[in-house]
């Protein structure tokens, strides 16, 4: 075999490789599509879909604050829902571990757009973790952060 077609097989396998990799599996994206029906509960502003999302135990974390499941969707919910509701978000990267019953997921995002008058362009990151109960994921802690681009 000639070192240029030697080559060109690598470079295939490698990009099949790839490619098969970044591709989720079954769980990863029943996990995935719990969260992006999460952050779609808070756009359309449902807290009955939110809350049937959320553990009873769940811990948020943002802004420098803890608040339980009854705490955000009294108050923060609807505030994050008003802000979602105005912005842009594009998922930049994400990683989904599954261990059993336990699924934790990092993700990296840019939201942009305009609220209260104020233009904005976010780096944003949020670390969830999720346990299968009886059958389904709940989430169980949440935590965001973000900074200016």
Known sequence: MSPRISLTAVLLFIIGTSI??????ASEKKVINTLDAFHQAIIDNDSQAAKNL?????????GGNIETKKEYLSHHF???GKFLSAMKREVEARNVTIEGNTAWVSTHSRTWGTYSD???DLNSLELAVLKKVE?????????????NN
């Open 54 to 62: 959320l553990s009873e135990s769940v811990r948020i974390l943002e």
């Open 118 to 120: 104020r233009k904005l």
């Open 135 to 147: 059958g389904n994921w709940k989430i169980t802690a949440l935590h965001w952060s973000s900074s």
């Open 78 to 80: 609807h505030s994050d």
């Open 20 to 25: 098969s990799v970044s591709q989720p599996s």
